[in-house]
T-cell receptor, first 115, second 116 residues
Framework: KAGVTQTPRYLIKTRGQQVTLSCSPI?????VSWYQQTPGQGLQFLFE???????NKGNFPGRFSGRQFSNSRSEMNVSTLELGDSALYLC??????????????FGPGTRLTVL | AQKVTQAQTEISVVEKEDVTLDCVYE???????LFWYKQPPSGELVFLIR??????QNEISGRYSWNFQKSTSSFNFTITASQVVDSAVYFC?????????????FGTGTRLTIIP
């Protein structure tokens, strides 16, 4: 069974640009969550999508947005990039059912560098 | 508010020693889940264990064991007879049903180095 895949693995952008990251969950998983990991703030929850709907959201500015497609693949977009957006962006997928916390499987991450 | 504290920033032990990683959490929920993840240098988070708030039984999996104590809000992780391959950053995390079970709040991580 293929794991969670994220593309691209590495990305370099300049301030003011926008970027789109992609995440393909494990087959059959309907929930996709995104996390930002930085040395200063650690791992922080961005948002979660389930059946194409944002089900939960962290405390990030509106420049960070996402969406999920009918095949459960998800994209994350960051507009007007700032230096502080340099981070490892991790995607996690799970079955997403209610009634219990499913195990989340993480992808290898996208390393974004903003210059 | 929900919070996870991993007070140990870095730990180094000699191979074959036992090591315990501490995790203390705060939550107002009565239903919650606790997790441990391992992050090797490759960066991918590897799931180790999930525990729900109603199950305080300790768990052992090979050289790994976990001690969950609601009375002290702790969920500690012990590696017995450590090996070099155990070197990684370990994260403790909490999810609460009121925020949707997929939202994980992570601790700051403990970097474990096993010295050969």
């Amino acid at each position: 069974k293929a794991g969670v895949t994220q593309t691209p693995r590495y990305l370099i952008k300049t301030r003011g640009q926008q970027v789109t990251l992609s995440c393909s969950p494990i087959s059959g998983h309907r929930s996709v969550s995104w996390y930002q990991q930085t040395p200063g703030q650690g791992l922080q929850f961005l948002f979660e999508y389930f059946s194409e709907t944002q089900r939960n959201k962290g405390n990030f500015p509106g420049r960070f947005s996402g969406r999920q497609f009918s095949n459960s693949r998800s994209e994350m977009n960051v507009s007007t990039l700032e230096l502080g957006d340099s981070a490892l962006y991790l995607c996690a997928s799970s079955l997403g059912g209610t009634g219990g916390s499913d195990e989340q499987f993480f992808g290898p991450g996208t390393r974004l560098t903003v210059l | 508010a929900q919070k996870v504290t991993q007070a140990q920033t870095e730990i180094s032990v000699v191979e074959k020693e036992d090591v315990t990683l501490d995790c203390v959490y705060e939550t107002r929920d009565t239903t919650y889940y606790l997790f441990w993840y391992k992050q090797p240098p490759s960066g991918e988070l590897v799931f180790l264990i999930r525990r729900n708030s109603f199950d305080e039984q300790n768990e052992i999996s090979g050289r790994y064991s976990w001690n969950f104590q609601k009375s002290t809000s702790s969920f500690n992780f012990t590696i017995t007879a450590s090996q070099v391959v155990d070197s990684a950053v370990y994260f403790c995390a909490l999810s609460e049903s009121r925020f949707g079970n997929e939202k994980l709040t992570f601790g700051t991580g403990t970097r474990l180095t096993i010295i050969p």
